[in-house]
């Protein structure tokens, strides 16, 4: 794990921050540097956030500068719960009956702001609505209870990069760039949440994720429709070059190349140096929360190209190959 002699405040030590480790100074340090307009990074279940005081305009740019990231992409909002996030969004009936069923947890609801919330207008970047989630991971739930209010935060790395699912990942993109990276060790689900938004007749889904159209559509008892048709920009995030590593992906690769790093999926992977195998029992929970950590060695370590076996596109995998071809595709004006 990451040193913490490097950085203007702490990296802190995974073994201090278990759940029933963490000081409450440590947590009441992170709030205080929040109140002050300063960006903290977090651990929630699906990937590490970089945050900052959603209410406050100048700390939200912040964000948008430390990434890299170009105005236009609005930003998901953490609150603690339903009653927080209705106080500052609209919520209908269905997207009260979603939020219920998988808060805490890793569903966004975009939804529209109500006209007296406090939030940054920053964080919706001209939309009138806001993606607002409740993060289940004990870090994010504790900060947000000490903090007492909504914390604007996208993936912690730089525009265009792998999202961090560990602390280390955060010190080495964003080091000198964040007060304080709270570490809770590695993410559970790996992969950014569900992003939905509700219609009249569906509920669109802007990016797969850990909640599948399945469990949406039984809690909703409305169909999904989102990303296979058409292939429009529905948020406006999702661009397809989102996931990049530097390293040129081959997807749905058997046999690698020599000089090819190879990742791998499953029990029949071949016989390759290097390579790492992201679920060698082919379990697809596993691959998820392996797919960015993995992805990320292997470019790290310097390779032009990277063989990635085939995922079945089906469950978890939807969104694993979502990640995967947007990491494969052609650079564009990132995000
Ligand atoms: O799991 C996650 O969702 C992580 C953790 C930290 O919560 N966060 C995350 O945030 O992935 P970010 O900023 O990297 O991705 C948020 C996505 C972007 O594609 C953004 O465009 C979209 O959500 N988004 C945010 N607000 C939106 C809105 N009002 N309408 C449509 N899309 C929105
Ligand atoms: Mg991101």
Redesign the pocket.
Known sequence: MTSSSDWPFAVYDRRRLSVDTVSKEDIENAAHLLRMGKLVAFP?E????LGADARNDQAVAAIFEAKGRPRF????V?VADVAAAEREAEFDAVARRLAEAFWPG?L?L?VPRRADSGLSLLV?AG?D???V?A?SAPVAQILLDAFGGPIA????NRSGRI?PTRADHVAAELGDRVSLILDGGPCTAGL??T?V?VAEDHISL??P?PITPRQLTKVAGLPVRGRAGGGKI?????LES?YAPRARLRLNATSPAAGEALLAFGPNAPDHTPSLNISPKGDLVEAAANLFAMLRALDDAGHDSIAVMPVPDEGLGLAINDRLHRAAAPREGE?
């Open positions: 929630t699906t990937v590490y956030g992409n609005p930003l998901i953490h890793p966004t975009v919706s939309l609505t806001v993606a989630r993060p935060a996208p993936s912690a999202s950014e949440s992003i938004s802007l990016r994720g529905t948020a406006p995030g999702q989102h995000e």
